[in-house]
């Protein structure tokens, strides 16, 4: 992969990440702990516990979705640096350019993608 198309994929990952951070920050309500948003939470929905509760395991379902994004957008970033960017992790192939234009931190060509989601089907 020549400089500039890794240039221009590490530019898109930068701005992805800056977004999730920004996410978080949101769920968090700015510079608000965990902890803080969570006893928030329950505070201000007192009068419906249910609803306080569906609230907080999404509140927590988005977080670790979005942490799990982070991961892999710093993944993605570390590939750049170090080279294998665009190289399937499993088997080594070029992962086409419009797969990494619609997922930046494919780690995968689509057949060892599909292996690997048919693996973990079949153990469910």
Sequence with gaps: MTA??????????????TDVLAQLRA???GAMSR????AE???NASDDQSQANTERELSFTLE???SAELIAIDAAL???ADGSFGLCVDCGVSIPASRLHANP????????QTKLEKTESDRL
């Design 4 to 17: 500039h198309i890794s240039d221009t994929f590490a530019a898109q990952l930068q701005e992805m990440r």
């Design 27 to 29: 769920q968090h309500g």
């Design 35 to 38: 902890a803080e948003s969570a």
């Design 41 to 43: 939470a329950l505070g």
């Design 64 to 66: 670790e979705r979005e």
């Design 78 to 80: 570390k590939r750049i």
């Design 105 to 112: 931190t494919a780690m995968r060509c689509i057949d060892c």
